[in-house]
């Protein structure tokens, strides 16, 4: 998910946040919802599908009305089924007043956290474990809103930023690794916060700094404040942002997406030298580091795959029937740039298997003579419980197959993976989240799972 804020009373509110949702759009195409507090209550639109879909310009008008501040979010479904009550910000009424809530990332311990919640006789309207953390702040929302963020932080396990919107501030919090990104950005003596900078960017906010973990930050007339709410923990920043997820010009923790996507390239030639006529990426994702790899290798570059801009990420989509399809629809090869050649293909990561065993078939109809498949990842041999969809550990290919399998699977004459160092080296030695791959989580997991999937 996609979550963005914004406290500025002299500018038009719904509307910023309509932008910078639009530039967090890749984080989530289920749905897209903007909630705008004038300072007395706070009105609420959502909707399903792509942000442009959600929002008419008679919306953006109606939203605005005399918006002070806003929050938005736009949602990928990890927990909860993709249903509009499922949509986000979620907006209640408590004890002090009217708030909403974004939230990106995964509770580890939501189960256990709404069950006491409806023992002591709350009541919850969806399905998503985020209302669970809306009925922990209006619970210890008998004092300050940070205060009770602070004690809501105490009840949380698992990954989470999220923003929150009252009728006077805006909030925003990091869980104390920083599985998931949250930044600050300036715009006219205003503060904006934002999951990717990419989306300061796109409004003209000037970058200021990311949220630290543990960190609760709150804007309002006076500009911003900072408050320690939880003793960092050991920074664990999700690794499959800078592998696929994020934009790649989103800089997070100080490390340029784009770059580190270049370097992954980099160390997959370092590792896998191979004697071929041609890199190629699997756009988008594999884009940068296939520059990296020819950079490294001297072997050219070329786009041999070409995509239709026009088809949104097919992983998202529910079955797996409608996956296949979308593969196709999606990718095309360029027959002359690939006919009678030896081709390195660079993708992110190997899921499930389906769009890798696509596009080397793709590339074998128009005559590839060798297609070498080369990921910038390790294995997927665990799921996440932060908030990115993965699959289930029974979906993902690697659980299934050897590496030979694999690439009998997928049908490539050679198939190589980066190594966990290669890509702890291509970040730069940042403190990561490489639980997917070698199963240590560093937020812990849900009660009630196996370890480390010991069959
Ligand atoms: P699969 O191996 O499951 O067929 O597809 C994996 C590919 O899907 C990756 O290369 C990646 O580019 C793309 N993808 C799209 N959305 C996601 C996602 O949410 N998570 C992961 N892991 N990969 C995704
Ligand atoms: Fe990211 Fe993988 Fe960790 Fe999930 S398990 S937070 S996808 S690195
Ligand atoms: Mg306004």
Redesign the pocket.
């Known amino acids: 998910c996609g979550v963005f804020g914004i406290y500025a009373p002299e500018q038009e509110v719904a509307r910023l946040t309509y932008f910078g949702l639009y530039a967090l759009q890749h984080r989530g195409q289920e749905s897209a919802g903007i909630a705008v507090s004038n300072g007395r209550d706070i009105q609420v639109h959502k909707g399903m599908g792509l942000v442009a879909e959600v929002f008419s310009e008679r919306i953006l008008k109606e939203l605005e009305q005399d918006g002070k501040m806003a929050i938005g979010h736009v949602r990928?479904s990890t927990t909860g089924s993709s249903l509009l009550t499922n949509a986000q910000p979620l907006v209640v009424h408590y004890q002090k007043g009217m708030m909403a809530l974004a939230h990106n990332g995964n509770l580890t311990n939501a189960g256990e956290l709404r069950e006491e919640l409806a023992k002591e006789g709350a009541v919850f309207q969806t399905t998503v474990d985020s209302e669970v953390i809306v009925q922990l702040i209006a619970r210890y929302g008998r004092g300050s809103l940070e205060d009770a963020l602070v004690k809501t932080m105490l009840d949380l396990q698992g990954a989470y930023a999220l923003v929150v919107a009252a009728e006077n501030k805006i909030l925003g919090m990091r869980d104390p690794h920083g599985v998931r990104p949250l930044c600050i950005g300036q715009l006219e003596g205003r503060y904006v916060l934002a999951s990717e900078s990419c989306a300061l960017d796109t409004i003209g906010a000037e970058f200021v700094r990311d949220v630290q973990p543990g960190e609760i930050i709150t804007i309002d007339e006076e500009g911003l404040h900072s408050r320690q709410g939880f003793p960092a923990q050991k920074t664990a920043v999700c690794s499959?942002e800078y592998i696929?997820?994020a934009r790649p010009d989103s800089t997070i923790d100080q490390l340029n997406v784009t770059e580190s996507r270049r370097r992954m390239g980099v160390e997959l030639a370092r590792e896998y030298p191979i004697d071929a006529d041609i890199v190629i990426p699997?756009p988008d994702?594999g884009m940068t580091a296939a520059l990296g790899y020819a950079e490294e290798s001297g072997i050219p570059f070329a786009q041999g795959l070409l995509k239709n801009r026009y088809v949104g990420?097919?992983?998202?989509q529910p079955t797996q029937e409608m996956?296949e399809v979308a593969v196709r629809l999606k990718l095309n090869a360029n027959a002359q740039v690939i006919k009678g050649k030896r081709v390195i293909m660079i993708?992110?990561?190997?899921?499930?298997?389906?769009?890798?065993s696509r596009i080397v078939e793709l590339l074998r109809k128009v005559g590839a003579k060798e297609v070498h498949l080369l990921i910038c990842s390790p294995p997927?041999l665990y799921p996440c419980y932060y908030g990115?969809?993965?699959?289930e550990r029974e979906k993902l290919?690697a659980t299934q197959l050897d590496r030979e399998g694999i690439r009998e699977y997928v049908g490539a004459d050679s198939l190589h993976y980066l190594s966990e160092e290669g890509v702890q080296r291509a970040l730069g030695g940042l403190s990561v989240c490489l639980a997917c791959f070698n199963g240590d989580y560093p937020a812990g997991i849900p009660a009630g799972t196996k370890e480390k999937w010991e069959e």
């Open positions: 990928y499959f696929y997820f699997v994702s990420r097919t992983f998202i996956r993708d992110d990561s190997i899921v499930r298997g389906t769009t890798s997927v990115i969809d993965t699959a290919i």
